[in-house]
Protein backbone atom coordinates (compact mmCIF):
# COMPACT_ATOMS: atom_id res chain seq x y z
CA UNK A 1 0.00 0.00 0.00
CA UNK A 2 1.30 3.62 -0.78
CA UNK A 3 1.69 6.00 1.21
CA UNK A 4 2.54 10.15 1.37
CA UNK A 5 5.54 11.15 2.69
CA UNK A 6 6.42 15.51 3.12
CA UNK A 7 9.92 15.90 2.54
CA UNK A 8 12.93 18.77 3.10
CA UNK A 9 16.28 18.34 1.32
CA UNK A 10 18.50 19.76 -0.64
CA UNK A 11 19.35 19.63 -4.45
CA UNK A 12 22.50 20.68 -5.34
CA UNK A 13 22.57 23.81 -2.91
CA UNK A 14 19.21 24.69 -3.48
CA UNK A 15 16.86 23.68 -0.28
CA UNK A 16 13.66 21.84 -2.00
CA UNK A 17 10.75 20.47 -0.44
CA UNK A 18 7.93 18.26 -1.71
CA UNK A 19 5.86 15.19 -1.23
CA UNK A 20 6.31 11.44 -2.63
CA UNK A 21 3.89 8.70 -2.57
CA UNK A 22 5.91 5.42 -1.61
CA UNK A 23 5.28 2.40 0.34
CA UNK A 24 7.20 3.22 3.48
CA UNK A 25 10.05 5.87 5.03
CA UNK A 26 13.17 3.48 3.73
CA UNK A 27 11.45 3.74 0.27
CA UNK A 28 11.05 7.03 0.17
CA UNK A 29 14.61 8.32 0.92
CA UNK A 30 16.25 5.68 -1.61
CA UNK A 31 13.76 6.91 -4.37
CA UNK A 32 14.61 10.56 -3.31
CA UNK A 33 18.56 10.19 -3.46
CA UNK A 34 17.72 8.71 -7.29
CA UNK A 35 16.39 11.58 -8.42
CA UNK A 36 19.45 13.75 -6.84
CA UNK A 37 17.85 14.91 -3.67
CA UNK A 38 19.74 14.62 -0.37
CA UNK A 39 16.77 14.38 2.18
CA UNK A 40 16.77 15.89 5.80
CA UNK A 41 13.56 15.46 6.93
CA UNK A 42 10.97 12.91 5.84
CA UNK A 43 7.64 12.53 7.32
CA UNK A 44 4.57 10.19 6.91
CA UNK A 45 1.41 12.25 6.16
CA UNK A 46 -0.54 11.21 9.05
CA UNK A 47 2.52 11.77 11.50
CA UNK A 48 3.40 14.99 9.98
CA UNK A 49 2.38 17.09 13.32
CA UNK A 50 4.65 15.01 15.21
CA UNK A 51 7.59 16.93 13.75
CA UNK A 52 7.15 19.77 12.90
CA UNK A 53 3.70 21.85 12.95
CA UNK A 54 3.93 21.25 16.31
CA UNK A 55 6.85 23.52 17.16
CA UNK A 56 6.14 25.94 13.84
CA UNK A 57 3.99 29.14 14.53
CA UNK A 58 0.76 29.80 12.82
CA UNK A 59 1.62 31.76 9.31
CA UNK A 60 0.97 35.16 9.86
CA UNK A 61 -0.65 37.68 7.37
CA UNK A 62 2.83 39.07 5.92
CA UNK A 63 3.41 35.20 5.10
CA UNK A 64 0.03 34.34 3.62
CA UNK A 65 0.11 37.62 1.33
CA UNK A 66 3.47 37.01 0.37
CA UNK A 67 2.44 33.23 -0.65
CA UNK A 68 -0.93 34.33 -2.46
CA UNK A 69 1.12 36.80 -4.54
CA UNK A 70 3.38 34.30 -5.81
CA UNK A 71 0.31 32.45 -6.60
CA UNK A 72 -1.15 34.61 -8.76
CA UNK A 73 2.13 35.48 -10.24
CA UNK A 74 2.68 31.99 -11.64
CA UNK A 75 -0.59 31.57 -12.01
CA UNK A 76 -0.67 34.54 -14.51
CA UNK A 77 2.16 32.90 -16.18
CA UNK A 78 0.49 30.11 -17.43
CA UNK A 79 1.46 27.56 -14.78
CA UNK A 80 -0.81 24.72 -13.77
CA UNK A 81 -2.64 25.43 -10.49
CA UNK A 82 -0.86 21.71 -8.61
CA UNK A 83 2.67 22.79 -10.24
CA UNK A 84 2.42 26.26 -8.58
CA UNK A 85 1.69 24.80 -5.41
CA UNK A 86 4.43 22.98 -5.01
CA UNK A 87 6.78 25.75 -6.31
CA UNK A 88 5.44 28.02 -3.45
CA UNK A 89 5.72 25.19 -1.01
CA UNK A 90 9.21 24.75 -1.52
CA UNK A 91 9.98 28.45 -1.46
CA UNK A 92 8.35 29.06 2.02
CA UNK A 93 9.91 29.03 5.39
CA UNK A 94 7.05 28.39 7.47
CA UNK A 95 6.80 24.63 8.17
CA UNK A 96 3.20 25.06 8.54
CA UNK A 97 2.62 26.65 5.82
CA UNK A 98 4.59 24.48 3.29
CA UNK A 99 2.60 21.52 4.30
CA UNK A 100 -0.51 23.04 4.00
CA UNK A 101 -0.18 23.87 0.30
CA UNK A 102 1.18 20.63 -0.41
CA UNK A 103 -1.80 18.66 1.58
CA UNK A 104 -4.12 20.97 -0.92
CA UNK A 105 -2.00 20.03 -3.70
CA UNK A 106 -2.27 16.46 -2.82
CA UNK A 107 -6.09 16.94 -2.26
CA UNK A 108 -6.84 18.96 -5.69
CA UNK A 109 -4.63 15.77 -7.60
CA UNK A 110 -6.83 13.12 -5.61
CA UNK A 111 -10.32 15.41 -7.06
CA UNK A 112 -11.16 17.46 -4.47
CA UNK A 113 -12.27 20.86 -4.81
CA UNK A 114 -10.05 23.56 -4.31
CA UNK A 115 -12.58 25.04 -2.60
CA UNK A 116 -12.53 22.50 -0.26
CA UNK A 117 -8.60 21.78 0.03
CA UNK A 118 -8.53 25.27 1.14
CA UNK A 119 -11.19 24.99 3.74
CA UNK A 120 -10.10 22.01 4.72
CA UNK A 121 -6.39 23.80 6.26
CA UNK A 122 -7.15 25.84 9.64
CA UNK A 123 -4.38 28.20 9.24
CA UNK A 124 -6.53 30.00 5.81
CA UNK A 125 -9.19 32.72 6.73
CA UNK A 126 -13.07 31.06 5.59
CA UNK A 127 -13.34 33.57 3.33
CA UNK A 128 -11.06 31.94 0.85
CA UNK A 129 -12.30 29.03 0.93
CA UNK A 130 -15.81 30.90 0.34
CA UNK A 131 -14.06 32.87 -2.77
CA UNK A 132 -12.93 29.86 -4.52
CA UNK A 133 -16.24 28.14 -3.85
CA UNK A 134 -17.47 30.38 -6.96
CA UNK A 135 -14.15 30.35 -9.08
CA UNK A 136 -12.85 28.45 -11.95
CA UNK A 137 -9.56 27.30 -12.32
CA UNK A 138 -8.28 30.39 -14.53
CA UNK A 139 -8.65 33.65 -14.73
CA UNK A 140 -10.65 33.74 -11.43
CA UNK A 141 -8.35 32.15 -9.57
CA UNK A 142 -5.63 34.63 -10.32
CA UNK A 143 -8.08 37.37 -9.10
CA UNK A 144 -8.65 36.02 -5.74
CA UNK A 145 -5.48 35.16 -4.76
CA UNK A 146 -4.22 38.83 -6.25
CA UNK A 147 -7.09 40.40 -4.13
CA UNK A 148 -6.40 38.27 -1.12
CA UNK A 149 -3.05 39.11 -1.31
CA UNK A 150 -3.08 42.79 -1.32
CA UNK A 151 -6.26 42.60 1.64
CA UNK A 152 -3.94 40.43 4.00
CA UNK A 153 -1.01 42.87 3.51
CA UNK A 154 -3.76 45.84 4.54
CA UNK A 155 -4.66 43.86 7.33
CA UNK A 156 -0.94 43.16 8.50
CA UNK A 157 0.50 47.14 8.39
CA UNK A 158 -2.66 47.67 9.98
CA UNK A 159 -1.75 45.21 12.62
CA UNK A 160 1.75 46.66 12.96
CA UNK A 161 0.90 49.84 13.14
CA UNK A 162 -1.58 48.93 16.19
CA UNK A 163 0.85 46.63 18.11
CA UNK A 164 3.91 49.29 17.55
CA UNK A 165 1.95 52.41 18.92
CA UNK A 166 0.35 50.01 21.89
CA UNK A 167 3.58 48.71 23.03
CA UNK A 168 4.45 51.93 25.17
CA UNK A 169 0.73 52.28 26.12
CA UNK A 170 0.62 48.66 27.36
CA UNK A 171 4.05 48.50 29.37
CA UNK A 172 3.14 51.27 31.33
CA UNK A 173 -0.72 49.96 31.94
CA UNK A 174 0.92 46.68 33.03
CA UNK A 175 3.66 48.10 35.89
CA UNK A 176 0.51 50.65 36.80
CA UNK A 177 -1.53 48.07 36.89
CA UNK A 178 0.77 45.74 39.54
CA UNK A 179 1.65 48.59 41.39
CA UNK A 180 -2.25 49.14 41.98
CA UNK A 181 -3.32 45.59 42.71
CA UNK A 182 -0.15 45.49 45.07
CA UNK A 183 -1.05 48.48 46.28
CA UNK A 184 -4.76 47.78 46.73
CA UNK A 185 -4.25 44.01 47.99
CA UNK A 186 -1.23 44.53 50.90
CA UNK A 187 -1.19 48.18 51.72
CA UNK A 188 -4.43 50.15 51.96
CA UNK A 189 -5.93 46.93 54.11
CA UNK A 190 -3.26 47.01 56.34
CA UNK A 191 -3.04 51.12 57.00
CA UNK A 192 -6.83 50.55 57.17
CA UNK A 193 -6.91 47.82 59.85
CA UNK A 194 -4.43 49.85 62.06
CA UNK A 195 -7.08 53.09 61.66
CA UNK A 196 -9.87 51.19 62.45
CA UNK A 197 -7.64 49.49 65.77
CA UNK A 198 -7.60 53.15 66.95
CA UNK A 199 -11.43 53.45 67.15
CA UNK A 200 -10.50 56.24 63.67
CA UNK A 201 -13.20 55.88 60.70
CA UNK A 202 -11.93 55.39 57.02
CA UNK A 203 -12.24 58.13 54.73
CA UNK A 204 -14.33 57.68 51.98
CA UNK A 205 -12.39 57.21 49.11
CA UNK A 206 -10.28 54.60 51.02
CA UNK A 207 -13.67 52.66 51.58
CA UNK A 208 -14.20 52.70 47.51
CA UNK A 209 -10.81 51.36 46.91
CA UNK A 210 -11.16 48.71 49.37
CA UNK A 211 -14.77 47.88 47.66
CA UNK A 212 -12.91 48.13 44.03
CA UNK A 213 -10.64 45.69 45.39
CA UNK A 214 -12.56 43.06 46.35
CA UNK A 215 -14.87 43.24 43.31
CA UNK A 216 -11.60 43.20 41.28
CA UNK A 217 -10.60 39.82 43.62
CA UNK A 218 -14.34 38.32 42.62
CA UNK A 219 -13.71 39.17 38.41
CA UNK A 220 -10.31 37.48 38.51
CA UNK A 221 -11.51 34.22 39.32
CA UNK A 222 -14.40 34.93 37.07
CA UNK A 223 -11.70 35.65 34.72
CA UNK A 224 -11.71 32.04 33.58
CA UNK A 225 -15.40 31.23 33.00
CA UNK A 226 -15.40 34.98 30.77
CA UNK A 227 -12.64 33.34 28.77
CA UNK A 228 -14.42 29.67 28.34
CA UNK A 229 -17.46 31.68 27.43
CA UNK A 230 -15.77 33.44 24.43
CA UNK A 231 -14.33 30.28 23.45
CA UNK A 232 -17.75 28.54 23.30
CA UNK A 233 -20.26 31.38 22.26
CA UNK A 234 -20.52 29.84 19.35
CA UNK A 235 -22.62 27.13 20.77
CA UNK A 236 -24.89 30.02 22.05
CA UNK A 237 -24.97 32.77 20.16
CA UNK A 238 -25.11 32.14 16.17
CA UNK A 239 -22.60 33.55 14.04
CA UNK A 240 -24.57 35.87 12.39
CA UNK A 241 -26.16 37.48 15.67
CA UNK A 242 -22.62 37.38 16.73
CA UNK A 243 -21.15 39.35 13.69
CA UNK A 244 -24.01 41.77 13.56
CA UNK A 245 -23.41 42.73 17.19
CA UNK A 246 -19.67 43.25 16.19
CA UNK A 247 -20.81 45.94 13.58
CA UNK A 248 -22.68 47.58 16.31
CA UNK A 249 -19.78 48.73 18.14
CA UNK A 250 -18.71 52.28 18.02
CA UNK A 251 -15.00 51.66 16.15
CA UNK A 252 -14.38 48.10 15.90
CA UNK A 253 -17.59 47.90 13.89
CA UNK A 254 -16.97 50.45 11.87
CA UNK A 255 -13.19 49.11 10.92
CA UNK A 256 -15.22 45.79 10.33
CA UNK A 257 -17.63 47.20 7.87
CA UNK A 258 -15.25 49.40 5.65
CA UNK A 259 -12.96 46.34 5.52
CA UNK A 260 -15.71 44.21 3.96
CA UNK A 261 -17.04 47.20 1.79
CA UNK A 262 -14.06 47.51 0.46
CA UNK A 263 -12.74 44.02 -0.64
CA UNK A 264 -16.45 43.21 -2.10
CA UNK A 265 -15.93 46.02 -4.15
CA UNK A 266 -12.82 45.32 -4.99
CA UNK A 267 -13.68 41.46 -6.28
CA UNK A 268 -16.60 43.04 -8.15
CA UNK A 269 -14.65 45.65 -9.71
CA UNK A 270 -11.53 43.52 -11.00
CA UNK A 271 -14.30 40.73 -11.64
CA UNK A 272 -16.34 42.40 -13.93
CA UNK A 273 -13.23 44.32 -16.01
CA UNK A 274 -11.73 40.77 -16.64
CA UNK A 275 -15.21 39.89 -18.09
CA UNK A 276 -16.33 37.27 -15.62
CA UNK A 277 -19.83 36.49 -16.05
CA UNK A 278 -21.89 39.00 -13.22
CA UNK A 279 -23.66 35.57 -11.54
CA UNK A 280 -19.87 34.07 -11.29
CA UNK A 281 -18.85 37.94 -10.12
CA UNK A 282 -21.43 38.73 -7.61
CA UNK A 283 -20.98 35.33 -5.95
CA UNK A 284 -17.40 35.96 -5.63
CA UNK A 285 -18.10 39.07 -3.80
CA UNK A 286 -20.78 38.03 -1.76
CA UNK A 287 -18.53 34.93 -0.39
CA UNK A 288 -15.41 37.18 0.41
CA UNK A 289 -17.26 39.01 2.79
CA UNK A 290 -15.75 37.87 6.43
CA UNK A 291 -19.03 38.97 8.37
CA UNK A 292 -21.82 36.75 8.35
CA UNK A 293 -24.31 38.97 8.76
CA UNK A 294 -23.52 41.09 5.74
CA UNK A 295 -22.88 38.00 3.38
CA UNK A 296 -26.38 36.50 4.21
CA UNK A 297 -27.54 40.00 4.50
CA UNK A 298 -26.96 41.29 0.03
CA UNK A 299 -26.97 37.10 -0.35
CA UNK A 300 -30.69 37.18 0.12
CA UNK A 301 -30.76 39.98 -2.63
CA UNK A 302 -29.00 38.47 -5.20
CA UNK A 303 -31.55 36.67 -6.97
CA UNK A 304 -32.89 40.57 -7.52
CA UNK A 305 -29.45 41.60 -9.46
CA UNK A 306 -29.55 38.48 -11.32
CA UNK A 307 -32.85 39.33 -12.94
CA UNK A 308 -31.78 42.65 -14.13
CA UNK A 309 -32.05 45.17 -11.23
CA UNK A 310 -29.23 48.32 -10.63
CA UNK A 311 -26.90 47.17 -8.46
CA UNK A 312 -27.49 50.43 -6.96
CA UNK A 313 -31.21 50.06 -6.27
CA UNK A 314 -30.47 46.18 -4.92
CA UNK A 315 -27.42 47.07 -2.37
CA UNK A 316 -29.65 50.05 -1.14
CA UNK A 317 -32.10 47.32 0.21
CA UNK A 318 -29.86 46.10 1.88
CA UNK A 319 -29.53 48.69 4.53
CA UNK A 320 -25.69 47.74 5.54
CA UNK A 321 -23.87 50.07 3.20
CA UNK A 322 -23.25 53.90 3.75
CA UNK A 323 -25.01 56.31 1.70
CA UNK A 324 -21.06 57.59 0.08
CA UNK A 325 -20.82 53.73 -1.04
CA UNK A 326 -24.43 53.59 -3.25
CA UNK A 327 -23.86 56.71 -4.74
CA UNK A 328 -20.37 56.09 -6.01
CA UNK A 329 -22.05 53.27 -7.44
CA UNK A 330 -24.86 55.30 -8.88
CA UNK A 331 -22.81 57.41 -10.50
CA UNK A 332 -21.03 54.33 -11.87
CA UNK A 333 -24.08 52.82 -13.86
CA UNK A 334 -25.12 55.96 -14.64
CA UNK A 335 -21.83 56.47 -16.48
CA UNK A 336 -21.06 53.09 -17.82
CA UNK A 337 -18.07 52.63 -15.39
CA UNK A 338 -19.12 50.57 -12.95
CA UNK A 339 -15.99 48.63 -12.82
CA UNK A 340 -13.96 52.44 -12.32
CA UNK A 341 -16.63 53.22 -9.41
CA UNK A 342 -16.39 50.32 -7.43
CA UNK A 343 -12.75 50.13 -7.62
CA UNK A 344 -12.32 54.10 -6.40
CA UNK A 345 -14.80 53.06 -3.74
CA UNK A 346 -12.48 50.37 -2.58
CA UNK A 347 -10.00 52.50 -2.71
CA UNK A 348 -11.67 55.18 -0.52
CA UNK A 349 -13.14 52.70 2.00
CA UNK A 350 -9.37 51.28 2.46
CA UNK A 351 -8.23 54.91 3.42
CA UNK A 352 -11.12 55.46 5.53
CA UNK A 353 -10.22 51.98 7.67
CA UNK A 354 -6.08 53.91 7.45
CA UNK A 355 -7.82 57.51 8.85
CA UNK A 356 -9.76 56.03 11.00
CA UNK A 357 -6.94 53.60 12.92
CA UNK A 358 -4.21 56.52 13.30
CA UNK A 359 -6.87 58.93 14.43
CA UNK A 360 -7.39 56.32 17.46
CA UNK A 361 -4.17 55.21 17.65
CA UNK A 362 -3.49 59.09 18.42
CA UNK A 363 -5.69 58.94 20.82
CA UNK A 364 -5.01 55.76 22.59
CA UNK A 365 -1.71 57.01 24.26
CA UNK A 366 -2.90 60.28 26.29
CA UNK A 367 -6.14 58.61 26.98
CA UNK A 368 -4.01 55.47 28.54
CA UNK A 369 -1.68 58.01 30.19
CA UNK A 370 -4.75 60.01 32.12
CA UNK A 371 -6.60 57.09 32.95
CA UNK A 372 -3.38 55.55 34.94
CA UNK A 373 -2.84 58.83 36.35
CA UNK A 374 -6.05 59.20 37.83
CA UNK A 375 -6.09 55.72 39.14
CA UNK A 376 -2.21 56.42 41.00
CA UNK A 377 -3.54 59.36 42.06
CA UNK A 378 -6.88 57.83 43.45
CA UNK A 379 -4.46 55.09 44.94
CA UNK A 380 -2.25 57.68 46.86
CA UNK A 381 -4.60 59.47 48.15
CA UNK A 382 -6.26 56.65 49.70
CA UNK A 383 -3.42 55.53 51.22
CA UNK A 384 -2.33 58.89 52.58
CA UNK A 385 -5.18 60.24 53.99
CA UNK A 386 -5.55 56.97 56.69
CA UNK A 387 -1.99 57.77 57.53
CA UNK A 388 -2.81 61.64 57.90
CA UNK A 389 -5.43 60.35 60.39
CA UNK A 390 -3.03 57.95 62.07
CA UNK A 391 -0.75 60.47 62.61
CA UNK A 392 -2.88 62.93 63.75
CA UNK A 393 -4.48 60.06 66.44
CA UNK A 394 -1.17 59.52 67.78
CA UNK A 395 -0.14 62.86 68.63
CA UNK A 396 -3.57 63.63 70.42
Do not use: C
Given at each position: ?????????????????????????????????????????????????????????????????????????????????????????????????S?S????????????????????????????????????????????????????S????????????L??????????????????T????????????????????????????????????????????????????????????????????????????S???????????????????????????????????????????????????????????????????????????????????S????????????????????????????????????V?????????????
Amino acid sequence: MMKEFYYEGYLGEKKVKGSIKEKDRHSTILRLREQGIVPIQVYEKENRYNYSNLLTKKPSEEELSFAFLQMHTLLKSGVPLTRALQLVSSQIENNQLSYSLLRIKSGIESGKSISDSFKEERIFPEYISNMLKSAQTGENLEIIFRITSDFLSTVYQIKSRIVSALIYPAVVIVFSFLSVLIATTFVVPKIASVLSSFGKELPLITKVVLLLSKVFSYLVFLLPVLLLGFILKDRFISRVSYDRFILRLPVVGKIVLFFNISRFARILSISLSSATPLPTAINMAINSLSNQFLRERIDSLKGEILKGKSLTSVLSKADVFPELFINLLKTGEESSKLEEMLFTASEVYTRQIERTVDRWLRLIEPLAMTLIGIIIAVIVISVILPMTELSIGVRR
